[in-house]
């Protein structure tokens, strides 16, 4: 079966990692590509499931506390505010 190139754009970062993640299992970015094609192919869609992150506990907290205006990471009115509350987390 001839073969065609095709360019992909992604950030070399992501490039790097990945090509480093398939090598470790024993192929090259050309092959994974092909595996995924070949996936969505058989799926009639993405092989995957794509949604949001959940956020974590912390986040979670986070969020709470905002909600109950307990955030000591401001905004804050004043100086003195947000001195006040730096010295209250010590």
């Known amino acids: 079966m001839a073969k065609e190139n095709m360019t992909l ?3 070399p970062e992501l490039k790097t ?4 993640l398939f090598k470790n299992l024993g192929m090259d970015l050309s092959t994974a590509t092909g595996i995924f094609y ?4 058989r799926c009639h869609g993405i092989p ?6 959940e ?6 907290a986070a969020m709470e506390a905002a909600e ?3 955030d000591i990471y401001g905004p ?3 100086i003195s505010d947000l001195m006040e509350a730096l010295n209250a987390e010590t």
Do not use: C, G, H, W
């Open 76 to 78: 804050f009115e004043s």
């Open 68 to 70: 109950k205006k307990e």
């Open 38 to 41: 070949r996936q969505a192919l």
């Open 55 to 60: 956020p974590n506990a912390v986040t979670y």
């Open 17 to 20: 990692k990945a090509a480093a």
């Open 9 to 11: 754009r992604m950030e």
């Open 48 to 53: 995957f499931e794509i949604r949001e992150d």
